[in-house]
């Protein structure tokens, strides 16, 4: 699921009704949806009650009555959409880890079949978006397997619930409100409008704000498909929306780097941004020792000093806004990479570091934060201004300031 896709509220106008009569159709996803399970009858009636009292809300956003009460009848308290929304895995896994698994051999191999089954469509979409076919690919194996795995709950129900009960209601109202233009639009109906718990959709997991903002029908069908079992429209989709993120035409995401021996390792992070020639004047080369690839760009090392290092360009922000994480933008990087033909990482990473667990890494963060170098969420994710704050007491100690959190450094943090 795309963690930025959830938080692009994006307004839109909303479209005149015409959502589709109830039934199969030969463009509707073959999935089945996944049941709804039983829930207590205080939850359901509470749902219900909010069901009522949403409905002036959406009618004021410009959804007809008829929109909302016909969306309205499959809507439950989902329990299993709850839990999944408190759950909180104990360790986080260390990237090398999480890029095996997003840039395994099977899904290189299925991709690069999907690139030569899709071909022509793939070249129509590049041509008109001027994102390469292997992101977009890469993309799509990253979000849903290839279209293997685009979720089986019911949106509506899944959104009602969270708007409900979640721990982020405002947000999931205003997911909602946007399903309910999605269905006015007539792209698709409540029971076919499928995706995962959290309502990310279709073959590259669109959320719906995201959806009314960036999808197009690029089959010229009259709807902008994501869900059905055909990938085009949520390809173009993807395409379009990491156009007009900043993706420049003709230039690459980056690549692997080899840094001097005496380089300031105060310059890594996406905070220090540089042309390609500063950074070949310090010293910096491809792996091959040649050039880096042309445009601005910073110099990432997501495993410290002793891991790969990466020049990424504004083509990689460009997947950062599809999804905020460095792992997950390396992951599309070096799937796109792999399905191309090219060569996968070449650097060795730090296999022998212990994950840290989420409490582990909080107390990470309390301690930077007593320390006066953090100020932001104690949650146990490392973003940029945790891994910022932790450059900075790195400096402050005389050790090399790579940002990396470790259990040696919060033994540090700890004396």
């Known amino acids: 699921m795309s963690t930025a896709l959830i938080g692009a509220l994006a307004s839109c106008a909303s479209p005149v009704s015409r959502m589709p009569a109830s039934g199969p159709s030969a463009g509707y996803s073959s999935v ?49 959409v709850i839990r999944l929304d408190r759950k909180q895995s104990e ?35 590049e041509a008109q978006y001027g994102v390469p076919r292997e992101i977009v690919l890469a993309v799509w194996g990253m979000e849903s397997n290839f279209g293997g ?108 780097v080899q840094l001097p021996a005496n380089f300031n390792m105060g310059l890594i992070g996406k905070g220090t941004r540089r042309s390609a020639g500063d950074w070949s004047a310090q010293g910096v080369r491809t792996m091959s020792g040649g050039g880096l690839p042309a445009g601005n760009g910073s110099i990432i090392m997501p495993a ?27 992951g599309v990087a070096y799937l796109g990479e792999r399905i191309a033909g090219r060569s996968g990482i070449q650097g060795a990473w730090p296999r022998s570091d212990r994950p840290l667990s989420t409490a582990e890494r909080q107390e990470i963060q309390v301690l930077l934060k007593r320390r006066g170098f953090y100020d932001g969420e ?25 940002g990396y959190p470790t259990s040696i450094l919060l033994g540090q943090l700890r004396g």
Do not use: C
């Open 91 to 125: 360790f986080s896994r260390p990237v090398w880890l999480y890029l095996d698994s997003a840039v395994s051999d099977v899904r290189i191999s299925t991709g690069r079949e999907k690139n030569a089954q899709l071909s022509s469509t793939l070249s129509r979409i």
């Open 149 to 256: 795995n685009r979720g089986k709950m019911q949106i509506i129900p899944s959104l009602t619930t969270l708007a409900y009960d979640g721990r982020r209601g405002e947000m999931f109202q205003n997911q909602l409100i946007a399903a309910l233009q999605i269905l006015q639009a007539g792209d698709t109906d409540p029971e076919h409008m499928l995706g995962s718990w959290a309502g990310a959709m279709g073959h590259t997991q669109f959320m719906p704000t995201s959806y009314l903002e960036y999808a197009v029908d690029f089959t010229g069908d009259g709807r902008r498909d994501i869900w059905s079992d055909d990938p085009t429209d949520a390809l173009a989709s993807t395409a379009a929306y990491l156009a007009r993120s900043g993706w420049q035409r003709g230039q690459t995401w980056g690549a692997e």
């Open 32 to 80: 089945t949806p996944t049941a709804i399970p039983a829930a207590s009858a205080a939850d359901e009636a509470g749902l219900q009650r909010f069901v009522q009292s949403f409905r002036p809300r959406a009618l004021s956003s410009g959804i007809s009555p008829a929109t909302y009460d016909r969306a309205m009848r499959i809507a439950q308290y989902n329990p299993d």
């Open 378 to 402: 104690i949650d146990g994710l490392f973003g940029s201004g945790t891994m910022e704050a932790v450059a900075a007491f790195q400096r402050s100690i005389g050790a090399t300031p790579d």
């Open 304 to 330: 410290g000093a002793r891991g790969p290092a990466f020049f990424i360009t504004d083509n990689f922000r460009s997947i950062l806004r599809y999804n905020n994480s460095d792992n997950y933008a390396l």
